[in-house]
């Protein structure tokens, strides 16, 4: 298994993409997103035939994504990838059509965290019920309890 | 998504119906709905709708300290709470870098593989339930998780919400009678796997429903992010016991069945083979088990003032074989004491995604089948 560093060179030189690296996670612009996503799949130095999770984060100045990447022919892993949004029309390419596991977890990042996939065949709230405003896991979501004093939890 | 031409002949027009199965039904192992679209009696297209039991279990996580959430991982899965006590145990201490002694990672290990068998007994009980056997399996499947619940009210106090895992260990040592009753318990557990063996694996009414039943292709099972035994049971080799060897698993020996057609027979059938490796870990452990500390240093030190426990700032992904698949949490930490982000991967959830591709072409009977074979738990699903 490759070292986060040398995986970042190698992307960088095969997908032509600026990658940053956050301790164990590649920064991917999302636009390149996608490409970087499926050179992963298919190379097999890599082989991540395996997405294991999909993670929408509020970070305030924007929203992220964390994708858990694996390798269940290698048996290698984690590869993380993590991309980057705005929070008011947040949109991120859809990793749906190289991963069918992508699905029902994207449309929970929809859901909970409002990050729009696009190109993801049925983007619909999976957990909130249908016409629900807000998007719950956002920091700035105001719940009923919130008078109430954490501490004493 | 595969194209169905109705069976409507020139002289003989005929219409789809689309029919609700649940949510307030059996079945459904809850409260889940399927959006079936019906040709006759065959299954042209199938939505699950789910949500009926969500309470935003991340949102409660990231409003309190990190240890606060240990009882509520509890109820993710509720047949399973050891192993999400452990799955979070597990990333909790990869974030915060915390040891964990050895005889607490047999004592995990003894707990992890005692609920393996409690979720696969009650699977397959449930599963027999879903085929029109009303109960007797089921209650045959009841009678052994009572011997292990006991087991589990004996240490932790609680029999099905067992909160007993701590960050660097358990929260208490084992009682001194616990080694002798599992013991005890892995000389007649073989005995009832046989008994169960003997009236299912071969009954031919099973084998009629289950066999070529909602096939489940090896390269479909990997893209969809299937795990456990679903992904076993359809000829894929990846157990993460064997892949990551977190804790001690690298210690013991034990096999990884794997299916060969993929249907709800083999996923049946994976799951009786499953037990029976369980009991090898368990018989293993048992032997083995040294004396020692059952929760480490700092860890108790955070366990009596949790919230004090401030991991330093970064992310963490722990993740473990659970009964029913991958269970992962993911952990954002920024420095304070309650998690900035917390993420539950759970296997139920994502093993849903096939749930249509499965049934497409089926009957509604073994659409309920296919369903039961997955293994959900709802508390896991809605979150």
Same mark, same amino acid.
């Given at each position: ?153 | ?128 339930? &879903? ?11 009841? *009678? %052994?998780?009572? !011997? @292990? #619940? /006991? ?111 993929? &249907? ?11 037990? *029976? %490796?369980?009991? !090898? @870990? #368990? /018989? ?100």
């Amino acid at each position: 298994m490759k070292t986060t560093e040398e995986i970042k060179t190698d992307l960088e030189s095969k997908t032509g993409t600026s990658i940053t690296v956050q301790g164990e996670a590649l920064m991917v612009p999302k636009e390149k997103l996608f490409d970087v996503a499926k050179y992963l799949k298919d190379t097999p130095d890599y082989q991540m035939d395996y997405l294991s999770s999909v993670t929408g984060t509020d970070y305030k100045d924007g929203l992220e994504v964390t994708y858990h990447l694996y390798s269940i022919a290698k048996k290698e892993g984690p590869v993380v990838l993590k991309t980057k949004t705005d929070r008011e029309k947040g949109v991120v390419p859809s990793l749906t059509p190289l991963w069918r596991g992508a699905e029902f977890q994207e449309r929970e990042a929809y859901d909970l965290v409002g990050i729009h996939f696009e190109g993801h065949p049925d983007l619909r709230r999976i957990l909130m019920w249908d016409g629900f405003e807000h998007y719950p896991l956002r920091k700035d979501y105001t719940q009923e309890d919130q008078d109430r004093n954490p501490e004493q939890f | 998504m595969m194209e169905h031409t109705l069976i409507s002949k020139p002289d003989f027009d005929t219409q789809t119906l689309e029919v609700s199965l649940g949510p307030q039904h059996p079945s459904t192992h809850g409260v889940f709905r399927m959006n079936v679209v019906l040709d006759g009696e065959t299954i042209v297209k199938l939505k699950p709708v789910m949500g009926y039991l969500h309470r935003n279990h991340e949102k409660l996580a990231e409003n309190m300290s990190y240890l606060g959430s240990m009882p509520y991982t509890d109820r993710l899965d509720y047949i399973c709470s050891m192993t999400n006590n452990f799955a979070y145990a597990l990333a909790v201490e990869k974030l915060a870098g915390i040891e964990v002694p050895e005889r607490a990672q047999y004592i995990r290990i003894i707990m992890a593989e005692l609920t393996r068998l409690v979720n696969h007994t009650l699977l397959i009980g449930f599963l027999l339930n &879903d085929l029109g056997a009303f109960f007797t399996p089921v209650l045959y499947a009841f *009678r %052994e998780r009572e !011997k @292990i #619940l /006991d087991l589990f009210e004996e240490v932790a106090g609680s029999r099905m919400m067992c909160n007993y895992f701590r960050f660097g260990g358990v929260k208490a040592d084992l009682t001194p009678d616990f080694l002798p009753r599992v013991k005890e318990l892995i000389q007649n557990y073989p005995r009832f796997l046989d008994e169960f063996e003997a009236l299912l694996s071969e009954n031919e009414i099973l084998m009629a429903r289950t066999q070529k039943v909602g096939v489940l292709p090896k390269e479909l099972a990997v893209s969809a992010s299937i795990t456990g035994p679903m992904l076993r049971a359809s000829g894929v080799p990846y157990d993460i016991r064997k892949v990551d060897h977190y804790s001690l698993y690298d210690r013991f020996k034990f096999r990884v069945p794997i299916g060969e057609h993929g &249907d709800v027979y083999d996923r049946y059938y994976i799951r009786v083979l499953e037990m *029976r %490796e369980s009991i !090898k @870990i #368990l /018989d293993q452990a048992v032997k083995e088990i040294p004396s020692g500390d059952v929760i480490s240093k700092v860890g108790a030190g955070f366990a009596k003032a949790p919230r004090n426990f401030k991991p330093k700032a970064g992310e963490a992904y722990g993740r473990i074989e659970a009964p029913k698949g991958e269970l992962g949490f993911f952990v954002v930490s920024d420095g304070t004491n309650k998690p900035y982000r917390y993420h539950v991967r759970a296997p139920s959830f994502i093993n849903l995604t096939i749930l249509e591709d499965m049934c497409l072409g089926h009957k509604v009977p073994d659409a309920i089948i296919i369903l039961g074979s997955i293994d959900i738990v709802l508390g896991e699903v809605d979150r």
